[in-house]
């Protein structure tokens, strides 16, 4: 299995709701990572899981709340988004916490927050 | 700090034309990693080749090859007789050391291959 695997693929939300998206990977990888990409750039870097601990936390807002629950998922919880948070969320992971390794990255969730 | 230029934004050719893909990158590390990704319009980032900063030896993968010149820092993309399969967006990606905080993508090139 060389896939990264996100659910769902497509959310509409509105600003008072609470939503996950999940990623998984049956890979071995012990880092996986959040990206956010706006139409038309990109991926931005959101956090990054090392080990199961969190390693990187680029400055997100609290509305985006990440867990790691077992090596193999990585959840993002979303809480009182913004219409602007309205984008393409990527998860990806690698072998350890070290992109000369390459990054797989999955297909993404298209959210929009209405 | 690190940069990646892909001054090209969109590209359109005809099917079975030959295409490249520019990549210039900055750095100040001797030792860095080059990326390019494919993302198709399903969204997926699709890793393409990762080249060492100590391997300038070009590479070929079927219609697909690379030119790594250290001495005007690119990374150039040349995909042979393109197909329509090959419309993406491509994304050149620089990273100066193992830590994820350091990936920097490039603004990536859309191609568009007509049939």
Known sequence: DTEVTQTPKHLVMGMTNKKSLKCEQHMGHRAMYWYKQKAKKPPELMFVYSYEKLSINESVPSRFSPECPNSSLLNLHLHALQPEDSALYLCASSQDEGTGYGYTFGSGTRLTVV | ?115
């Open chain 2, 1 to 115: 700090a690190q940069k990646v230029t892909q001054a090209q934004t969109e590209i359109s050719v005809v099917e079975k034309e030959d295409v490249t893909l520019d990549c210039v990158y900055e750095t100040r590390d001797t030792t860095y990693y080059l990326f390019w990704y494919k993302q198709p319009p399903s969204g997926e980032l699709v890793f393409l080749i990762r080249r060492n900063s100590f391997d300038e030896q070009n590479e070929i993968s079927g219609r697909y090859s690379w030119n790594f010149q250290k001495s005007t820092s690119s990374f150039n993309f040349t995909i042979t007789a393109s197909q329509v399969v090959d419309s993406a967006v491509y994304f050149c990606a620089l990273s100066v050391d193992n830590y994820g905080q350091n990936f920097v993508f490039g603004p990536g090139t859309r191609l568009s291959v007509l049939p």
